[in-house]
């Protein structure tokens, strides 16, 4: 494989991986954590990009991202005994629909309505595969069971 | 464990509504509240705990051999405290293991409430700004975009931490920061001469995404907490709302 061909996925998990960073320092991440964090915030996008260019729609693509983001979140998240989080919420976020929000807001504020509800809609489409993509690894991973003491009796 | 070691019901009920408020407070997912609260409440000795956690509010209930207690509390939401988190997860994962006394858990708790961000502002600011540049460049914009994104990123966030103490409402912070970091990248933008503009203040803006919330509302609607998840959603939305209303006021106003 020729370097050329890499280096775009290299670039955007290096870029991903220093916003990541900057939301692990906002939210106060365990140092210990800060490493991991960035690389699973890297790997998403990285990851997204690779699908995308692959032929995915860029909401299936943020799926696909999301969903590596919660698998990598769960399997850190034992390795660390750190919240899972942690790694979820930091590594999700750089997948975040950031310019399409914008345009829709812009479209819509300027009376420009048509093309206002395409840009919400991919907006609306993205964030909700991202929601997807942790849902199904959380639901897949854990029933919480947090009654089994429950007062029940009078 | 010696009577002596033993605290009263309410002293017991006392340090799992403390738990619990602090985990609410720096945004844990509402199944991890409930299910930190009773299993720390059978380490330290009730017989039943039952929990209703809200983003707003913790109602619970503890039954131990002296009888029964509710205990209600306000939560207010300030700040994400991550660490603050994991440190709690350690604490109900050791306690449950019984590797703790009652007097251990509640001075392991105190310790944890007196533990402060393990950041300074400073390198919070520097962080932020450098990540917000590398969303100028990931969302295509060149070096120019990247060092007007930095500006307005870092004002915004000065303004954050300036505006903390303040204790204004979340949409007000939020707002005024957006306004900042739009008006200040995109003059910046104009000095440099730089033609995406746009994409410095999304880049700049982006710092604000509501990330907590709206990943904490998913998991909520994911687990069966209906009621937190749809109140999460909602206000990871209002605060979105005010992204867009502190861009526009600077938008509108021209340049």
New interface residues.
């Given amino acids: 494989m020729k370097m050329s061909v890499v280096l775009p996925y290299i670039k ?1 998990f290096l ?2 991986a ?14 210990h ?1 800060l490493i991991a964090c960035c690389i699973t915030g890297g790997i998403g ?1 990285a990851v997204r990009l690779l699908a995308a260019d692959a032929g995915a729609s860029l909401a299936g693509a943020s799926y696909i991202g999301a969903l590596l983001v919660a698998i990598m979140g769960y399997l850190l998240a034992r390795a660390c ?3 899972r ?2 790694f ?3 590594g ?3 997948m ?1 629909p ?2 399409p ?2 345009s829709t ?2 479209h819509i ?1 300027n009376g420009n309505y048509s093309q206002g509800v395409v840009d919400a809609i991919q907006t609306l489409l993205i ?1 909700g595969a991202l ?1 997807m993509g ?2 199904t690894v ?2 897949m991973t854990r029933i ?8 029940s009796k009078p | 464990m010696t009577d002596s070691d033993s605290l009263s019901l309410d002293a017991k009920l006392n340090v799992l509504i403390r738990v619990g408020v602090m985990m609410l407070e720096n ?3 509402t ?2 509240v ?2 930190t609260i ?1 299993r720390l409440g ?1 380490a330290i000795g009730l ?4 929990s209703f956690a809200t983003p707003t509010g913790l109602i619970l ?1 503890g ?1 131990s051999a002296e009888g ?1 207690l509710t205990r209600v509390r306000r939560v207010t939401n300030m700040g ?7 440190l709690i ?2 604490l109900s ?1 050791d306690a449950a293991a019984g590797l703790l006394t009652q007097q251990q858990i509640v001075a392991r708790l105190e310790e944890i409430e007196q533990h402060e ?3 300074s502002n400073w ?2 600011v520097l ?9 100028a ?3 295509g914009g060149g070096w120019l975009e990247f060092a007007a994104t930095i500006v307005g990123a870092a004002l915004a966030m000065l303004i954050r931490i300036a505006l903390r103490p303040a204790r204004l409402m979340p949409l007000m912070t939020t707002a005024t920061a957006a306004f900042a970091a739009t008006a200040a990248s995109s003059i910046a933008c104009r000095s440099l001469v730089c033609n995406q503009p ?2 410095a ?3 700049a ?3 604000l ?1 509501p ?2 919330p ?3 509302s ?2 909520d ?3 069966g907490d209906i009621i937190s998840g749809i109140s999460r959603g909602a206000y990871a939305i209002l605060i ?1 709302f005010g992204i ?1 209303l502190g ?2 006021l600077f ?2 106003w021209g340049l």
């Fill in positions: 955007e870029l991903a220093v916003a990541t960073l900057g939301f692990c320092l906002l939210f106060n991440v365990p140092r954590t996008r005994r750190t919240p989080m942690v979820t919420v930091t999700v976020i750089p975040v950031g310019v929000a914008f807001m812009l504020s964030g929601a942790l849902t959380r639901v919480p069971g947090r009654s089994a003491d429950s007062i | 945004g844990a997912a199944y991890r409930e299910e009773s059978r017989t039943a705990v039952e209930e039954l029964r994400v405290n991550m660490d603050r988190l994991a997860g350690n994962r961000g393990v950041y390198l919070i962080g932020v700004s450098l990540a917000c540049g590398a969303f460049l990931l969302f746009d994409i203040a999304v880049a803006v982006l710092q995404v990330g907590v709206l990943v904490t998913v998991i609607l994911a687990t979105a867009g861009m526009l938008l509108v």
